[in-house]
């Protein structure tokens, strides 16, 4: 992203905040991951949506019409000896410099400059509870500037979310977002071919994951967006299961949910696929309601759809599919009706997609599903799971399976960012068999 995509960013905020109004907001604090030891720090999205700055210890500061520059950035200052142990500082110079501030203070005289700023402002913008930390010290900058009123100072008089602003603008993509979209869905297209092409009876799920990442990484992605999923046979029935850690049998399926981080911004894939590289009947009979849902899903994503009708499209061919294959029994309309298909499919169809995994903005406007527009994305991911309750004939059981792509809504329809990645039963076995050829 350049400099010039971070300053439209801002320049739409500030027409969103109008006049008198100023935004505050902190970076992600660290998170220890055990003793004393850091998880690699990562910034907030928000943060980043605005300044691409990813040090932490800074704060964003925005204050429209200000006539010394409506941006000002906190952050620490160099220093030589606390560099060489932990790295590399843009200091208030680079915070200029590099990434477009008007004014840059340093991190600890925060104290000092922030009452003065928010002095005189009628509306502050500040999200609540995200730096729980945080909030305390916005709470006393106000305290002092009400306890001075005497002396003259106007303290403001409303604290607006800012993350409802922001979550508003990110969810339409510029083409600057769709495009490190684009990347990150090759990229994590290109994993899961390779974990495709890997897989096989008698490795162990993490060595799986271990393929991705590395596709990931090879790729110019530091991170997966989100841990990945790699769940043999009755582990892909455990929708958020990240142990990995099971030896994969055969005649299993492989449910695998993984997407990379490309540029801040994420991909979301689900495929399952035969350990062996050959379904079996029922997985194949099952495996085609899913995909068949998935594609009646994705048909319904377009612009003045509305959001819910992929789920409502994808419950009712999953629904007729366990009828037909007597997974249920009744009347379909009834059994739409009372949600018969929850025993077995008890997620959601999607989400939106974007910096974060479950990415911002609301999916309800007024009380009614929003109506989908051109630059949003999207996943869509129904699944079936089935586990091995009594009333179920043996040869279901345990099966488990999803089929998730990223979906990009253009002015005519929609756009599948993940279509690389194989998910046609013949396309699967065919790579897969290749692949064990080439052994
Ligand atoms: N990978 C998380 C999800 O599919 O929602
Ligand atoms: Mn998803
Ligand atoms: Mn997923």
Known sequence: MNKKEFAKRR???????????????????????????????????????????????????????????????????????????????????????????????????LDDILPGLLEGKEKVFYTMGNVPSFDPRIVAWLQHLRGASRQGLQSPSEIIELDHSLNEL????????????????EISCQAHIRAMQFSQVGKWEYQVEAEIIHEFMKHDCRSPAYPSIVGGGENGCILHYIENNHRMKNNDLLLIDAGAEYDYYAADITRTFPINGKFTPSQKALYNVVLDAQ???????KPGNHWNQAHEAAVRVLTAGLLELGLLSGDLESLIEQEKYRDFYMHRTGHWLGMDVHDVGDYKVGGEWRLLEAGMVLTVEPGLY??????????????GIRIEDDVLVTKTGNEVLTAAAPKEVDEIEALMAEAQAAR
């Open 11 to 109: 320049q739409r905020l500030i027409e969103l905040m109008g006049e008198n109004s100023i935004a505050v907001l902190p970076s992600a604090p660290i998170a220890n991951r055990n003793r004393d030891v850091d998880y690699p720090y990562r910034a907030d999205s928000n943060f980043h949506y605005l300044s691409g700055f990813d040090e932490p210890e800074s704060v964003i500061v925005i204050i429209p019409g200000r006539p010394h520059g409506e941006y000002i950035l906190f952050c620490r200052e160099r220093d030589l000896s606390k560099e060489i142990w932990d790295g590399y500082r843009a200091g208030q110079e680079g915070a200029v410099e590099t990434f477009g501030a008007d004014d840059s203070y340093p991190i600890t005289d």
């Open 170 to 185: 990110r969810l339409y993509k510029s083409s600057a977002e769709i495009s490190a979209m684009r990347t990150a869905a």
């Open 295 to 301: 594609k009646a899903a994705i048909a319904e994503v």
């Open 386 to 399: 089935i586990r091995n309750p009594d009333n179920i004939a043996k040869k279901w059981h345990f099966i």
